[in-house]
Every structure is written in structure tokens, then in C-alpha cells.
């Protein structure tokens, strides 16, 4: 795997974890039932730190991140308002 191959890979996940933590902010802030957002943004807040924790021994593909994020997504922005 070249380089820039390698640093393609490392980089995608960065941006979806950051853009999922700038998601889970927003949907944080006042949402229309607070018990239901933390019901539903908790798989979210479980899955992450598994992620983060097994990336390096069980790496992904990227269309798989992607997809959690697009799924992570949806459930933080139905937590908001539902």
C-alpha cells in the first residue's frame, strides 16, 4: 500500500469522527425530548468508542465507515427531533 493510499485510508475516518462529533453537538443542543435523545443517540455513543479503540487491529473499509456515519448521522438528527 503506497503512502498516499495509507494516509487516504487514516484520513476518511478522522473527518467522519469529527463530523459525527460536530453532528452529536448539534443534536444535543435542546432537543425536543432529552430522554429520547439519549436513547437514541446511544448506540452512537457506544458504537464510537469501539470503533476508536479496535480500528488498528480490525481496520474497516471505507465504504463501511462510511455507511456507520451516514447511520450515526440519522440517529443523531431523529434524536433531535423526535
Known amino acids: ?3 498516499t493510499t495509507h494516509s487516504r485510508h ?3 475516518p478522522l473527518i ?3 463530523l459525527t462529533l460536530v453532528v452529536l453537538l448539534w443534536s444535543g ?3 425536543t425530548d432529552r430522554l429520547t435523545w439519549i436513547m437514541e443517540v446511544m448506540p452512537v455513543l457506544i458504537a464510537l468508542p469501539i470503533l476508536l479503540v ?3 487491529r480490525f481496520p474497516l473499509t471505507p465504504l ?3 455507511l456507520i456515519f451516514l447511520h450515526a448521522v440519522l440517529l443523531m438528527v431523529g434524536g433531535h427531533y423526535t
Open 1 to 3: 500500500m503506497s503512502t
Open 10 to 12: 487514516v484520513g476518511l
Open 16 to 18: 467522519l469522527l469529527l
Open 29 to 31: 443542543i435542546k432537543p
Open 54 to 56: 479496535t480500528a488498528q
Open 64 to 66: 463501511l465507515y462510511i
